[in-house]
């Protein structure tokens, strides 16, 4: 997949997977990274998918209503992309902690859905359930920070709201950090991303 590795300067500290939104590409979060951990080490991916030219991590039949067969198989190429990339450059591949909006977000959650093991942590900005009806495999020990808008058009509350149980009910660790705002992503929330990465990690 189409990539950038930069290697951190603190070699235990998690190497953050950036994954964007759609429409989006490899460089978008990089800044976002360089304020939330400086220190790490970075594999920011391309999505495969082209919508309408855009790049996107799966694809979707309309907005908000994603091809269940097309999200299982991204999901398990980035999954394994992942996995080569930790040994091709030499990173730690259980200490790997997602930074990902909107389509990026979900398509992060959707590997804590379908493979066990696949993230150590994620900052999820403005996700999705990315599926529904399936058996999460147990996140004991997986942190997860979600940030959200109350107002987010994209989003209903309550789909925020079911992906926090769903994870929680997987024995991940939820923290989550509502804005006042919409799908955009804003500062206060990085800030908060920002801290719960200190603490956690
Ligand atoms: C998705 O398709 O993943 C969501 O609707 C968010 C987005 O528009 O990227």
Redesign the pocket.
């Known amino acids: 997949m189409k990539h950038i590795y930069t290697k951190g300067k603190k070699q235990d500290a998690p190497t953050l997977l950036l994954l964007h939104?759609?429409?989006g590409n490899e460089h978008d979060l990089l800044a976002l990274a360089n304020m939330i951990a400086p220190d790490s080490s970075i594999l920011s991916v391309r999505g495969n998918v082209l919508e309408n030219g855009m790049p996107?991590?799966?694809r979707?039949l309309a907005?908000?209503l994603?091809d269940e067969e097309d999200l299982v198989f991204r999901t398990k190429e980035l999954t394994e992309f992942v996995n080569e990339s930790a040994k091709t450059y030499g990173f730690d591949r259980d200490r790997v902690v997602a930074i990902g909006y909107?389509?990026?977000?979900?398509?992060a959650a959707s590997m804590m859905y379908h493979h066990e093991n696949a993230l150590n942590g994620a900052i999820l900005f403005?996700a999705?359930v990315p599926r529904r009806g399936v058996e999460i495999p147990d996140l004991t020990g997986t942190s997860v920070f979600i940030g959200a808008g109350k107002r987010d058009p994209?989003?209903p509350l309550n789909e925020t709201k079911e992906l926090i149980k769903d994870l929680e009910k997987a024995n991940a660790t939820m923290n989550e950090y509502w804005v006042d705002g919409g799908?955009q992503l804003v500062r206060e929330e990085v800030e908060k991303a920002k801290e719960w990465f200190e603490a956690t990690y």
Not at 102 to 107: D, E, P, R, V
């Open positions: 939104g759609t429409g996107r991590f799966f979707r907005e908000g994603f909107s389509n990026g977000a979900n398509i403005h999705m994209l989003i799908h």
